[in-house]
């Protein structure tokens, strides 16, 4: 039994959307909006009254002058098109590997930071929205592909692992005229590095043995924290990633100065944010019961403070817009008093509250939707006092809720996928038939669903009769779909 009220379809999700003016000017490449799909049948519609008639705004004349924009990511590039997914439109023709689409795009919106593989090794790329003008900042390793073969374990080849294998770029906050990324531009290990825009420089803040990974800025800017981790054998079938971490260092941009880190305990870096502009948030982890020990650790005095010691099951997720923190516990673990179930740690809480009494199996917060994923069982709003559950329990996948407080979900049975949606009556109806990779809704108005089929298809379906009408193709399938500010 879970404790917790459930959300009605009525709950309105709030979420704050800024736009952010852009330089560049509106493309002239369209892709008009045509008549596609068939819709499948669905139940009468509700009496309640919904938003205008999409149909009464004017048809756009092409991409938005300024943000925010749909940005789109897959196998065959980068696209962009206007919250509604008109005027679809291709940046790039690669797109990023498995890095965070958020990670690379900077505060203002306006460009995309990148590690993109060349045959003289992998290079650092920046690419403007939605103009799609592409700039190569440097080499980041001289390295030939012939170097990274799994049979030629030499050192290059776990830094070239390094730069290219995680999420090692990273935009400094609020203005964004630093660029931290990872590199072995001076030495054979990958280490820290700035690249300013202003001044086009590029400077290295780092040197040591060990191969840098996962670069995050303090809030306010002035601190660079990293991590450093290893390849040692044995390595068995497959080099999968690093298999011991070796410590951690933060850099004070002002002056340079490298502040050596408490060491973190355990085989891999469980790091989940910054608590505020001084101290960061960080776990154990061990073989029996996973994970343990949350703290804060004061960047510059290196003091720590603990904010959860007994262990929870296997990793804990933050939400930034209030700094909830959403874990499950497992029964059986020697030290986990808490029990079977999944808990919220609000920041001015010192106990944490169980808002689902099964462990779950996947958890994510989910920016689009401002939301915790925690799958199988449900959405959890920020706060922990909303609970949004799938239409079809274990079966349900790519949820989305927008800001009116409509809610989407992919749902697979007997191996075919459909699209359902939840209207503001709370009744689920199926809109289109088709396996998805995502699912969005606009961030301007609420009332429009972009889905993306898995042969590329873009796909928009409006309030109040949610017909489906293509867009335009992506050319294949797609990892990653956000708004831009």
Not at 10 to 19: D, K, M, S
Not at 100 to 107: D, G, I, K, V, Y
Not at 213 to 220: A, E, G, I, M, R
Request: one cysteine or more; glycine letters at 10%.
């Amino acid at each position: 039994m879970r404790r917790m009220t459930l959300a009605t379809g009525g709950a309105v999700l709030a979420l704050t959307l800024a736009c952010s003016p852009l330089s560049q000017a509106a493309p002239t490449k369209t892709m008009v909006a045509t008549p596609g799909l068939n819709p499948s049948a669905f139940p009468e519609q509700s009496t309640r009254t919904a938003p205008p008639d999409p149909t009464l705004t004017p048809e756009p004349m092409g991409l938005n002058p300024s943000g925010p924009y749909l940005l789109l990511e897959g196998d065959q590039g980068i696209w962009v098109a206007n919250p509604d997914g008109s005027y679809v439109t291709r940046l790039a023709d690669t797109g990023i590997g498995e890095a965070n689409l958020h990670r690379a795009l900077s505060p203002a919106g306006d460009r995309l930071a990148y590690v993109q593989a060349s045959e003289e090794g992998p290079v650092l790329k920046l690419l403007s929205i939605p103009g799609g003008q592409a700039e190569t900042v440097g080499l980041l390793q001289a390295i030939t592909p012939g170097e990274v073969q799994s049979d030629n374990l030499a050192g290059p080849a776990f830094a070239y692992y390094a730069i290219t294998f995680y999420d090692n770029v990273a935009w400094q906050p609020v203005d964004g005229n630093l660029l931290a990324f990872i590199a072995a531009r001076d030495g054979p290990t990958a280490d820290l590095y700035t690249y300013d825009l202003e001044t086009r420089e590029i400077r290295q803040l780092t040197d040591g043995p060990s191969q840098a990974l996962f670069p995050t800025w303090s809030p306010d800017g002035k601190y660079l924290l990293h991590f450093g981790g290893s390849w040692v054998p044995p390595f068995g079938g497959a080099i999968l990633g690093y298999n011991r971490i070796d410590g951690a260092w933060a850099v004070r941009v002002a002056d340079g100065k490298i502040l050596t880190q408490p060491k973190p305990r355990g085989f891999h870096t469980d790091f989940l944010g910054w608590q505020d502009d001084r101290d960061y948030l960080i776990y154990d982890r061990d073989e029996g019961c996973h994970s343990r020990n949350l703290h804060a650790v004061d960047v510059e005095t290196l003091e720590t403070s603990p904010v959860f010691e007994p262990c929870f099951y296997y990793r804990a997720v933050r939400s930034p817009e209030n700094g909830a923190i959403l874990f499950s516990a497992e029964a059986g673990c020697t030290g986990c008093a808490l029990g079977e179930g999944t808990f919220l740690l609000l920041p001015s809480e010192t106990a944490p509250r169980k808002v689902l009494d099964t462990k779950v199996y996947e958890l994510r917060w989910l920016p689009e939707s401002a939301v915790f994923l925690a799958y199988p069982e449900a959405l959890i709003s920020a706060d922990g006092e909303r609970l949004y559950e799938p239409p079809v329990y274990d079966h349900s996948y790519h949820p989305a809720l927008s800001r009116l407080g409509y809610s989407a979900w992919e749902v697979i049975e007997n191996q075919k996928g459909r699209v359902v949606i939840q209207d503001l009556d709370g009744v689920w109806r199926t809109i289109l038939d088709g396996e998805v990779d995502a699912l969005t809704w606009d961030p301007v108005r609420g009332d429009t669903l972009l889905i993306v089929l898995a042969d590329g298809s873009l796909v928009s379906a409006s309030a109040p009769e949610f017909v489906p009408r293509q867009m335009g193709n992506l050319a294949g399938s797609v990892g990653q779909v956000i708004w831009t500010p």
